[in-house]
Each structure stands twice: as C-alpha cells, then as structure tokens.
C-alpha cells in the first residue's frame, strides 16, 4: 500500500449507527463465546473501515490545513462523531451484561469489558451538544496555532519554524526567535484565552451532567484511568518536588557554567553548549536512510517495521507552510498500519521525534500483528508513552549516525532535558487539576495559578521580561491543555519507566530488549499497573521511585565526558 494513494470516501455514519446497534441487540442474547466473538468481529470491521476513512481525512487535514476538502471533512467529523456516542453506549452496555461474558473474558481478555464500564460512567445523551462544541473549538485551535507566519531573519516562519533558530547558538538569535514566538502568542492572547474558557466550561458542563462536582473525574474516565486516581498521582507529584527539582537545579547549573553565562534565561535552556546542541549531520532523506540502518541493527522485527514504514509512505516529516504543529502517531486499521507525523526543523529534535513516534508506531505495528480487538491496539496513555520514550533511549548506540562525532553530546543533552522535563510536566498536570477544581476561574486567574507553579517546578526559570509569559500565557503553547487533558501527567511516568529500561540495557541489554518487546506486543490488553508488572517496571506510585529511577540516568550523566 501507498498512503499518497489510498482512497478517502466519507464513512456512512448511519451505517455505522446501524451496525453497532444491531450487533447489541445480538450481542445480548448471545449463547456462546464464539457466537459471541464472531458477532464482535462482524461490527469491528464496519468500524474499522469508518475509522480508517478518518483517520485518513485527520491525516492529510494536519498535513495541510489550508487543505478546504479535508477541512470540510474534519468540520463534519468535530459536528457528527459525537452523535455515535449513543450507539457505542449501548454496545458496551451490551458487553458488559451480555450472558456469556466469563467464557468471552476467558477467550479476549477482561480489558475490553472494564473498558466498555468506563465508556458507560462517562457519557450520556445530553452531552453530546457539548462535545460537539468542544470538538469545534479543539480544532479552531489547531488552526490557530497552524496560521502562524511569523517575520524572522528575512524569512516567514511557522511555529515549528522558529525552533531551529530558538535553539541557536547565537545568543542575540535565540533571543529574538522566542521574543517573535511570544509575540505570536501575545497577538492572539484574547483567542487563546477566549478557546481555553470556553472549553474548560464546556467540559464542567458535561461533568455535572453526569453528576460530578466538576470535570477531575470525568477526565480520568476519558483517559481511561485504572487502579489509582488523583490522590496517587498527587503524591507522585510531591516526589517530583521533592527529590526531583532540585536535580534538576543542580542540571541547570551545570548548564550556566557550560555555556558561560551569568544566568540562564528561558531561550537559554534548551541550549546545553557553548557552540550550540549537536544538529543532524545531514538532511531529512539521509537522516531517513539512516535510521532505516538503526532500525534493522536494533533488531529484526524493527527493522521490518521501518522499511514497511517507508515502502508505504507512512511518514510526512518536515516542516512546511499550512502544516499542522507538532507530532503525532496515528494507525490505519483497514491496513493494520500506523503512520508518523513530525515537523523537522534541522535540530536535534528531529531524531528526537522520530525515535520517539517510531517508538509509538512499532508498539502498534507489534500489537497488530495477531490482535483482533481494536480497543487492544494501543494502551492506554500513560504505557502508550513507554514504548515511545524508551525508543528514544534503546537507539542511542548509533546516534553517531546522525550527529557523527557529536554523538555524546547528543546523548548528553536528551538525557539531561529528559530529566529536567519531568518538573515541567507534572506541573502541566497540577495546574490542570487547579483549574478543573475551580472553572469559574477568570483568564487571568488561570495565567497566575500557570505562573505559580512554575515557580514551585521550574524555580529558576526566567522570561527576562517577555510580558506574555511573565504573566503566565507560556501555557497557550502546549496543545495537550487544550485538547487532551490530564494527559500529559503519561509523558512524566513514561519517562521515568524509560529511565528504568535504560539503567538495565546498560547491564543486560538483551533482557531489557526482550521486556520492551513484551510490552510493545501487549498493546492495551492489560491495565497500566498490570503492564509494568508484565514488562519489569516499578509503579510510579511507590515509595522512592523518583529517586531509584533518576539516580542511574544522573550516573550516566557525570560519566559523559562531553
């Protein structure tokens, strides 16, 4: 298959409606496990084939904006996909109290059912106006951030763009790429402000329709949260403030005296040396080749995965004009293939990036190789966030690849802002939790609960007087508060499990290899604790953990001699 060449067709929604309902009332008197597993097969490819059609319009919409076809279509999806919710209620209505259940968990799994109880404690009827409406208003802010065009150095930017030269080496550069990335921010404060309410009161909304005091708990349903909730993750954040920022102090200092500065400024912190971070020897197509070489050494399934990738045009990767910010893996289920969204920009970020959402696409091409249930095709978050940051480690021996006799200090500086992200981001999870607690909080409330934090996570950072970010609108730039809440507390536990996993590649890499396959061919088959029990992995929420998991990672550091 050829991406560049799939036909996109608009899904028949009724059918899909119709599908679904007629497979709940079969489902519902269904003997046998196997009647019962063939009724689910039979619905599962109407639906598949329904998702892939929107998969492929969400694709080639992000890919092009400007796009007025698959905008269309993308408006249509955001108005009329809520209007599915009745259907997939009643199917797992139908799952959950079907009479053969116990045979079919015995054949399947229990996950689809605990799944189908947690699609049924967060929905009703009457929400689906809202989810309409936030639908509109995520995407309005997608096109938002994509309509950047930012004047800089004789050349109009993207926000994507403006990294390159926000991690110059150039000091008076660097500077000035964030002051006109601010102003970008600072010019659409109001649209920002104006999307950011509206959605938060959209989605209390739908919480207390459901009977909840506000939306805390309905976003932990949506994020299909199993065996913990807020309190766990509150005191994971304490170990974070505790044990972790101060690490991460002691980092940035490392860094000051590195790069010969008095102080470090926010446009200094993603800049580790003197001369500016290592960059990517070559362009986009070599950079490509080569990880083709990484991939096949790493191992013989990575190796098959990747060059199916490429053979079918799976990967759009650099930045251009009308494309949407950021990176993404997605997954094709007519084709049983995931594909790979990134914006390269001529950093270290782009081997950042593709390491990382390969991690994510090998997971779902692993899982599909002998998966039959769709909800199985990916973990929820906070383990789908393992398999991609652990890539990002487990490919570190041929980093020589991409930055030649750079390599070390590739390694050096990824390590080193891994750790330093961990503050960062439990302090998007906090502020998230501050904010859904109280919804009636003002614009400029929300910007000084965002300021506050980062003085509690992020003590030395400082906005040299940027206006916008000195009062708290840093937070506009991260997508994941607009349209994925509580999701970003999973790059944090990802990232930690990846620091495990890299602690024992260093002493056995064989074993950890063989562990990190056994995850990535789990998928969502298991609950989140269950999986790091599968794979080897302490949980997040056990005494010490900050510490056991950091402590190797900061070793590795010091032997660095970069």
């Known amino acids: 298959m050829d991406f560049h060449t799939l036909k996109y067709e608009r899904p028949d929604l009724d059918h899909l409606i119709c599908a679904m309902d007629s497979a709940s009332d079969r489902l519902s008197s269904a003997a046998t496990a196997d009647e019962a597993f063939e009724i689910l097969q039979e619905v599962n490819r109407v639906r598949n084939h329904a998702f892939t059609m929107m998969t492929i319009a969400e694709i080639r919409n992000s890919l092009n904006t400007t796009d007025s076809f698959y905008e269309t279509e993308q408006d249509y999806y955001d108005e009329h996909l809520p209007q599915i919710e009745p259907a997939n209620l009643k199917l797992c209505r139908a799952l959950v109290n079907m009479k053969c259940r116990k045979d079919l ?22 929400m ?43 000091r008076t550069v ?28 959209l989605r209390h909304r739908q919480a207390v329709l459901l009977g909840y005091e506000n939306y805390i708990p309905l ?34 200092e490392r860094q000051r005296e590195g790069i010969g500065l008095d102080k470090i400024r926010y446009y200094d912190e993603n800049v580790t040396f003197p001369d500016g971070n290592p960059v990517p020897k070559d362009p986009p197509e070599t950079i490509v080749e080569n990880a083709g070489k990484m991939f096949r050494e790493l191992s013989s399934e990575s190796g098959e995965f990747f060059d199916m990738m490429r053979k079918g045009n799976l990967m759009d990767l650099v930045s251009r004009p009308g494309k949407a910010h950021g990176g993404y893996c997605t997954f094709l289920p007519d084709y049983k293939v995931p594909f790979i969204f990134s914006n390269f920009n001529g950093t270290d970020a782009d081997v950042e990036v593709l390491t990382h959402e390969s991690g994510h696409a090998f997971q779902a091409y692993m899982t599909s190789l002998d998966n039959e249930i769709p909800e199985y095709g990916f973990s929820t978050s906070e383990a789908a966030e393992i398999h991609s940051g652990s890539m990002e480690f487990f490919t570190y021996p041929w980093m020589e690849l991409f930055f030649g006799d750079g ?47 980062e003085r509690k996570y992020l003590p030395e950072r400082d906005y040299d007087g940027e206006e916008i970010f000195e009062k708290g609108g840093f937070y506009f730039q991260k997508q994941h508060i607009f349209r994925y809440p509580f999701y970003y507390i999973d790059y944090t536990f990802a990232y930690m499990a990846s620091f495990e996993f890299f602690a024992r590649a260093r002493t056995d890499r064989a074993s950890a290899w063989r562990d990190y396959m056994k995850l990535c ?34 070793d590795y550091l010091n032997e660095l001699n970069v």
């Open 219 to 252: 976003g932990y349903l949506r994020m299909s949260r199993q065996g913990y909730g807020p309190d766990q993750v509150a005191l994971f954040r304490d170990q974070v403030a505790r044990d972790l920022v101060p690490v991460c102090t002691r980092i940035r």
């Open 521 to 554: 061919r789990l998928g969502g088959k298991k609950r989140y604790l269950e999986l790091l029990s599968e794979a080897g992995l302490s949980s997040p929420f056990s005494d010490g953990y900050v510490k056991k998991c950091v402590g190797p990672i900061v």
């Open 407 to 453: 390599a070390d200090r590739y390694r050096f500086q990824h390590a080193a802002s891994q750790i330093c992200f961990i503050p960062y981001g439990v302090l998007v999870d906090e502020f998230q939790h501050r904010v859904y607690a109280e919804p009636d909080m003002t614009p400029d409330e929300r910007k000084q609960v965002w300021r506050e934090l």
């Open 128 to 170: 689906i106006p809202l989810m309409v409406e936030e639908n509109r208003l995520t995407s309005e802010f997608q096109k938002l951030e994509a309509s950047a065009a930012v004047p800089f150095m004789g050349k109009t930017c993207n926000l994507s763009d403006l990294i390159k030269y926000m991690r110059s080496d150039d």
């Open 174 to 201: 660097r500077k000035d790429a964030y002051h006109a990335y601010a102003g970008f921010y600072a010019s659409h404060e109001a649209d920002f402000d104006r999307i950011y309410d509206s959605l938060v009161h």
């Open 105 to 126: 968990e015995e054949r399947i799994g229990r996950q689809l059912f605990d799944l189908a109880d947690i699609r049924i404690q967060s929905f009703r009827d009457e």
